[in-house]
């Protein structure tokens, strides 16, 4: 009697074994068949030139995002890939760098925007690691406040800050990470306010990063009214 429940138990280990073989078999083949059912043929559109290969997303900010070490060394680098994603979070992702090292350790972050002032040292740090130059920021010229809310540095020089908290952090298999943060405060400095005060683009000029041409364009002049432009049509349609 025991050996047949153990020959029923291998007969029905093995109609599950291959049923879940069946099914991944099966799984894999959709995956396959979906795959050649979303490639899809490019064509030509009429009176414009088609750039498969690229996608230009704009704006893109030069966000500066700074951060600790392990011993208090602060960081600075340039990210381009992200942007506010809610009233008060902000989302960038980043392949492997010290920065993504550091704020898996701090699980926090600053973030400020080069501008036109500070274009040549908001580059050097984009360019240069801090796995190969520790004291860059130091070297840029720039000098840092702790700040009392994250546990980050503030880099004096910008004008504006926003002192972050590490929302959700999926790392990658290649080392690099999305990252969402809360905006825990955001600090300006008096000479980029407006009469209102609140913060004017005109005066702080951050910049873009244009990514079809690999320069930056300055941000500020003013072309519309948000939520007040596009009433001229609504006017209009009720006459």
Known sequence: M????????????????????Q?????????NENAAEQKVEVKEVEGRKNFTDQAVITPLPAIMIATWDANEQPDVMMAAWGGQCGPKHICFNLSAHKTTENIK??????????TKDDIVQS???????????????????????KSPNVDAPIINEYKLT????????????????????????????????NEEG???????QPVIF???????????????????SGKKIQEAEVK
Do not use: Q
């Open 2 to 21: 025991k050996k047949l429940h153990l020959n029923i138990l291998l007969l029905a280990g093995g109609l599950l074994l291959g049923a879940c073989s």
């Open 23 to 31: 099914k991944a078999e099966k799984a894999e083949t959709n995956v």
């Open 105 to 114: 350790l701090k699980k926090a972050f600053t973030i400020s925007f080069a």
């Open 123 to 145: 580059d050097y740090f984009g360019i240069v690691s801090a796995n190969d130059v520790p004291d860059k920021v130091a070297k840029a010229g720039f000098t840092v406040t």
């Open 162 to 193: 926003l002192e972050c908290r590490v929302v959700t952090f999926d790392e990658n298999e290649n080392g690099g990470a999305r990252v969402v943060g809360e905006i825990v405060n955001m600090s300006a400095d008096e000479s980029i306010l």
């Open 198 to 204: 609140k913060v004017d683009l005109g005066k702080l």
């Open 210 to 228: 244009d990514s079809s041409n690999n320069t930056y364009r300055v941000v500020g002049e003013k072309v519309g009214d948000a939520w007040g």
